[in-house]
């Protein structure tokens, strides 16, 4: 693994956290990982989310909380690459060839899941506004319904 981490030169802080995100996983996974990190990390470059946060420091968290959990290479792949949908042309095709249809499909999931977010704004937004509780966790509940059936695999 310590292989795989120096062979692509990443940035000093960024060597610590791509060894802790391939920690536990079999080589070749971990190669698929750091992968993904190449191609987060150009699909990203210097971009921000709307918070002023980057792009890749956001994702690189993701991933490290889901390999904290023990989950397997492709949950932690479908992390890194949360947002490349925004990023990468051709990104569907790409993640296919690249790291199979699992972690394409984690990622088009995460991607469906991102549209919700002006929803979930919404309704926070009304809660603080004072509608009543009732309306609120009405809309709560709809929200809850609509991940469930949005979502194809539980890791999403």
Sequence with gaps: MVSVVHSLQPASG????????C????????????????????????????????????????ALIVASLDLDAEARIAALLF??????????ERLKAGFGDTVAGLVAGLHRLGSLRPLTRAAAGGAAAGEGVAEVKAQTEILRKMLLAMVDDIRV
């Design 14 to 21: 960024e060597a610590d956290a791509l060894s802790r995100l």
């Design 23 to 62: 920690a536990g996983l079999p080589e070749e996974a971990a190669k698929r990982a750091a992968g993904a990190f190449v191609l987060a990390r150009e699909a990203y470059g210097e971009k921000t989310l709307g918070t002023g946060e980057s792009i890749l420091q956001h994702a690189l968290g993701m």
């Design 83 to 92: 947002a490349a949908s925004d990023h990468v042309k051709d990104c569907n």
